[in-house]
């Protein structure tokens, strides 16, 4: 009986997932998002103007929901307080459980699904390096935010720089606020959540993760709500480019996972291709037997030669003799 694999769990090319060759990809091209953040850190002066300006609109359209935010997560610490542990944390807690869940369990889901998360990053440092915008937080006070993250940071391992440890603050780019990923990558876990959840209360966490978060994100005062509205546009952007991108990367993708399987050694490639090599069915068989692989001695001499008249007799298979 030919092995066949669980729908899903393999590709066009019918190569399985394995976990010791996603975990370097996914990684790869987080190290060189974070590297990229980095790198395109901009202009402050500009990135000053880019905040304004956003903030201008959104007060000229009534839509600066994250002043009342901020100012009731800056008079209630009940609030305030797990709001940062929030936006400090989940951010990378939650989309790798995600991720981590889908290959699991919902292998059908997953090439796609990391594919789509993958590629909205990429998008998202593109607007990080274009439009570099300074969050609510480091305007001017004149403009009546405060940033949360440094007023709590008694309370957590962030400092005042971002949701950065104490002393890492170089390493984050504190001007990457347009889009906000937080609401991307919040986004992309409910939408998974709700498709490939069963119970209740995956369905809740579905909605609410993203919602708590979109709201987090503008009360502690690390984005605009148009750069919310952006990271759920990115997200859009990127859900239409998954199958055009791996049409183009599947050519290149399929050579690099047939080298590292080459070379992680030759068992993988030369695999058998029957589930049970002693139980197997021939032609008219309807239930395999097991067969023995060589015969006693003595067995032909000994066994009864078939009876023309019942070529059941013959053996398993094995055609009646010929007269």
């Not at 998360?117 to 935010?145: Q, Y």
């Not at 369905?203 to 709500?225: D, E, Q, R, S």
């Not at 990115?234 to 690099?256: H, I, K």
Request: charged share 15%; proline share 7%.
């Amino acid at each position: 009986m030919p092995k066949t694999d669980v729908p899903g769990t393999t590709g066009i090319t019918g190569h399985r997932l394995r976990w010791w060759t996603e975990l370097p990809l996914i990684v790869l091209v987080y190290a060189a998002y974070s590297a990229g953040r980095l790198i395109v850190r901009g202009d402050v002066a500009s990135a000053i103007d880019h905040g304004v300006g956003i903030l201008k609109a959104e007060q000229f359209l009534r839509l600066n929901a994250e002043s009342p935010l901020n100012r009731l997560f800056t008079a209630n610490a009940w609030i305030g307080v797990p709001a940062d542990f929030w936006y400090a944390s989940l951010h990378y807690l939650v989309t790798p459980a995600v991720l981590v869940w889908l290959f699991r369990s919902k292998a059908v889901h997953y090439r796609a699904a990391r594919a789509w998360l993958m590629i909205s990053t990429m998008i998202g440092l593109i607007g990080f390096t274009l439009l570099p915008t300074c969050p609510p937080r480091l305007l001017s006070k004149g403009h009546g935010f405060v940033d949360t993250m440094a007023q709590y940071s008694d309370f957590g391992w962030w400092g005042g720089e971002a949701s950065a440890p104490r002393g890492l603050g170089g390493m984050t780019n504190q001007y990457a606020a347009m889009p906000s990923l937080h609401v991307g990558w919040a986004l992309w876990c409910g939408v998974m959540l709700w498709r490939c959840g069963r119970s209740p209360l995956t369905k809740v966490a579905a909605v609410a993760y993203p919602l708590i978060t979109t709201i987090v994100v503008m009360g502690t005062a690390n984005h605009y709500f148009f750069d919310a509205v952006a990271g759920a546009a990115v997200m859009g952007v990127g859900l239409l480019l998954v199958r055009p991108v791996q049409r183009l990367t599947e050519p290149v993708t399929n050579r690099l996972r047939a080298r590292f399987l080459s070379t992680a050694g030759p068992s993988s490639a030369t695999e058998s291709s029957i589930v049970s090599a002693g139980c197997q069915t021939s032609t008219g068989e309807r239930i395999p037997r097991q067969r023995k692989q060589s015969a006693p001695h003595g067995a032909e001499s000994s066994a009864r030669p078939a009876d023309a008249g019942h070529p059941a007799e013959a053996g398993d298979g094995a055609p009646a003799p010929a007269h």
